[in-house]
């Protein structure tokens, strides 16, 4: 029996969101935990945004439920919601000082509090997001990261049990989008409240997120933790979206026991676990995927016990730094990615476009796909 505690703080129940014929979400099933973060993550008019909508109230499902603590709040509308949302372009007001926005909120409360609870609390808000004594500021005065902030302590002043993030970090370049990442997961760690972010960006998503959400056309695909839906896709879609990855088509050699052997071109074969056995039987047509960095580049071919290698010739190099990358030929497989950390180029050397060597892999590295 749930719990208060134990009970979801959040759930879509066969939640669906029809605009005529025009399918944006559809039969989603999905318990938010309480002081998790989660993030939905896909592409482009994938539905989760539709998702994150039907959560802050701003669209009804067509079909299905809502809840927030076990209780249906389908036509309950936003403001009346224990929720709050940071846009993706933030929707700040202009005219006002910074602490004006963040106290936008409170003002709006019936009875409405004392001004110095106000002014208390929108300092605290601000302490929380590492602006003390920004306050009397304008807007434009602040720069991206800084206008992020505000957005966020404005959400949080009203204590929300659920802070709904629509791809608040799209505008930030690189650097500080890497920065806010870090300061939205000490935020919520150290306030304990539960958030769910919208993001099409894999490795935001991987990187702050206790449980993701893949969705697609709609509808969501798996979730999971981002190791489990990095080690374990249930398919090449997810596999593709999470991280890079290698994928070779091939006929299903062996299957059993929740792995198998797939036969790709050339006769070379790629073992490992078996995602899902619903269209992984012998015989059957589906993909290996073998992630780059479990791929070696090696001078010799002196595959050791267990392993499997094939001649390359290296097309293109790239330094990333910790890392570099390779796009390498097999005659039979194609053009497929290699990742050599600094130590494997300290003992191999590096390799140049038109050099040859041999990518080495071992047995059971790949996993085996389902095609859909």
């Not at 902030?149 to 930030?172: G, S, Y």
């Amino acid at each position: 029996m749930e719990t208060p505690q134990t009970q979801p703080i959040a759930e879509l129940r066969d939640a669906s969101k029809h605009y005529g014929a025009v399918v944006a979400a559809e039969g989603l099933n999905l318990a938010i935990q309480r002081g998790e973060f989660l993030s939905f993550l896909g592409p482009s008019g994938c539905g989760k945004t539709t998702a994150l909508r039907m959560l802050a109230g701003f669209e009804t499902p067509t079909r299905g439920d809502v809840l927030l603590d076990g209780q249906r709040v389908n036509d309950l509308p936003p403001h009346r919601r224990p929720v709050n949302m940071v846009f993706q372009h933030y929707a700040l007001f202009p005219h006002m000082t910074v602490a004006d926005n963040i106290a936008y909120g409170l003002r709006q409360r019936r009875p409405r509090p004392p001004e110095a609870e106000v002014a208390a609390a929108v300092e605290r808000a601000l302490e929380r997001v590492r602006l003390p004594g920004y306050g009397p500021r304008r807007i434009w005065e602040m720069s991206g990261g800084q206008q992020q902030r505000v957005a966020l302590a404005r959400a949080l002043i009203n204590q929300p049990k659920i802070l709904l993030l629509d791809e608040p970090m799209a505008a930030l370049d690189k650097n500080l989008r890497r920065d806010m990442q870090i300061e939205l997961q000490t935020l919520q760690r150290s306030l304990g409240i539960t958030f769910v972010l919208v993001t099409h960006d894999q490795e935001e998503a991987l990187s702050m997120s206790d449980r993701i959400c893949i969705m697609r056309g709609g509808r969501i695909v798996q979730v999971g933790s981002p190791r489990d839906l990095y080690d374990r896709p249930v398919n090449r879609y997810v596999a593709d979206f999470v991280g890079k990855s290698n994928f070779f088509d091939g006929r299903v050699s062996r299957v059993g026991g929740g792995a198998g052997a797939l036969t790709a071109a050339g006769g070379i074969t790629f073992a490992g676990p078996v995602s899902c056995t619903r269209g992984v039987t012998e015989g059957a047509a589906a993909t290996a995927s073998l992630r780059p960095e479990d791929i070696a580049l090696r001078r010799r071919l002196a595959p050791a016990a267990g392993e499997t290698g094939v001649p390359v010739q290296v097309r293109t190099r790239i330094f990333l730094g910790e890392h570099t990358e390779y796009l390498v030929a097999h005659p039979d497989l194609g053009d497929f990615l290699i990742l050599a950390s600094r130590q494997a180029e300290a003992a191999e050397g590096s390799f140049g476009p038109g050099d040859t060597g041999f990518a080495a892999w071992r047995d059971g590295a790949a996993r085996i796909l389902d095609n859909d």
